[in-house]
Each structure stands twice: as structure tokens, then as C-alpha cells.
């Protein structure tokens, strides 16, 4: 699928990078570009790429970058697709001020565990605020990702159906993708 180079800053402020080598799945990090073979060939490939693997991370390493193997089965179906979704938002812009965000943000932080879905407060928050739908959903989105929503990232979080406090934090849960050490 691809690599990655994260540059990250720690707890200290202090700068550090992080390499992510990344395959949809385990069985990526053993094949070969090769997709013929003997049994022969596949044993050899595979042997292949677990030291061009090896290598890369003695390259990184000796730049002190730690490399992570991450795959897509690594990652929680729906965390994946809420962090796809919310990231989508991160450029939109919204019509309202600052201030106003945060009591729309406090109206929305309002609704979660309750039986209420997000389109369902929304006429009133448009009317209150004087903003339109595309705010509504932008600061929501936009809240959750910036953490000030705290919603539970491993069920789907959609506009039309109530939000579920945050069961597992998700920097706690992938965490050890981010850290400068393992």
C-alpha cells in the first residue's frame, strides 16, 4: 500500500519521526513483487522481503526512527471509517464565530448518550444561532476530531443517529503506532 514518514512532536514539545510501513494485511510484509512462482520461488521471495523489511528498519533505526508495521487489519473497521469521514471536514469553513461554535459544541456535547441524533437538534441550533446544516454537521465532525466531542470512534458516527459516549480512547488503543519508543 505504501509507506508513511510521521513527523511528530513528543509530551516535551521535542521533534521525532516515526516510520510506518504499510501493507493491507500480514501476509504483505512476506511477498515478493513477483506474482509467479514455484514453491521454491515463493519460500525465496518471502525470505527476500523479510530482510529488505529487516533492512529498512535497521536504515530507520540507525536515524533513530522507529518503524511500525501497520495494516488495514490492525485497525478497527469503524474507527477507519470515522476518521476518514471526520478528516473530510477539517477544511470546511463555517459562518459562525468562535464563540459560537463552542456553545454549538456544548449543545451537541449535550445529546451524547442520549437517545437524540444530531439532525434531530439541529433545527433548534439553527435557529438559536442563526447558522445553517452544513455549520451543524462541520462543528460537530470538526469537534469530534479535534477531541472536544468525545464520541465513541468504534461504532459509526452519523448525523441522523444519536452519538455513544467513548468507550475506549483511541489514542490509548493505537497509541504504541505513535510513541517514539515501542
Known amino acids: 500500500m505504501g509507506d508513511l514518514l510521521l513527523f511528530l512532536r513528543d509530551e516535551?514539545?521535542?521533534?521525532?519521526?516515526?516510520n510506518w510501513t504499510v501493507k493491507k494485511d500480514d501476509n504483505g510484509f512476506k511477498r515478493g513483487?513477483?506474482?509467479?512462482?514455484?514453491?521454491?520461488?515463493?519460500?525465496?521471495?518471502?525470505?527476500?522481503?523479510?530482510?529488505?523489511?529487516?533492512?529498512?528498519?535497521?536504515?530507520?533505526?540507525?536515524?533513530?526512527?522507529r518503524t511500525?508495521?501497520?495494516?488495514?487489519?490492525?485497525?478497527?473497521?469503524?474507527?477507519?471509517?470515522?476518521?476518514?469521514?471526520?478528516y473530510g471536514y477539517q477544511q470546511h469553513r463555517i459562518s459562525v464565530s468562535a464563540e459560537i461554535r463552542q456553545k454549538i459544541e456544548e449543545k451537541l456535547r449535550s445529546i451524547i448518550g442520549k437517545h437524540v441524533a444530531p439532525i434531530d437538534v439541529?433545527?433548534?441550533?439553527?435557529?438559536?444561532?442563526?447558522?445553517?446544516?452544513?455549520?451543524?454537521?462541520?462543528?460537530l465532525y470538526q469537534g469530534v476530531w479535534n477531541?472536544?466531542?468525545?464520541?465513541?470512534?468504534?461504532?459509526?458516527?452519523?448525523?441522523?443517529?444519536p452519538l455513544k459516549p467513548e468507550s475506549r480512547d483511541v489514542l490509548e488503543v493505537y497509541g504504541h503506532w505513535f510513541g517514539r519508543a515501542a
Not at 34 to 41: G, V
Request: a negative charge.
Open 12 to 18: 516535551d514539545n521535542t521533534p521525532f519521526c516515526i
Open 33 to 65: 513483487l513477483d506474482l509467479k512462482s514455484t514453491r521454491t520461488r515463493e519460500e525465496n521471495r518471502q525470505q527476500r522481503a523479510k530482510f529488505r523489511h529487516e533492512l529498512e528498519c535497521i536504515y530507520y533505526e540507525d536515524a533513530g526512527i
Open 68 to 86: 511500525v508495521q501497520v495494516t488495514q487489519a490492525k485497525i478497527d473497521f469503524d474507527v477507519a471509517c470515522n476518521l476518514r469521514q471526520l
Open 122 to 139: 439541529s433545527r433548534t441550533i439553527i435557529e438559536e444561532f442563526g447558522c445553517d446544516l452544513h455549520d451543524c454537521r462541520t462543528i
Open 147 to 161: 477531541r472536544r466531542l468525545r464520541v465513541d470512534l468504534f461504532s459509526p458516527i452519523t448525523f441522523d443517529h
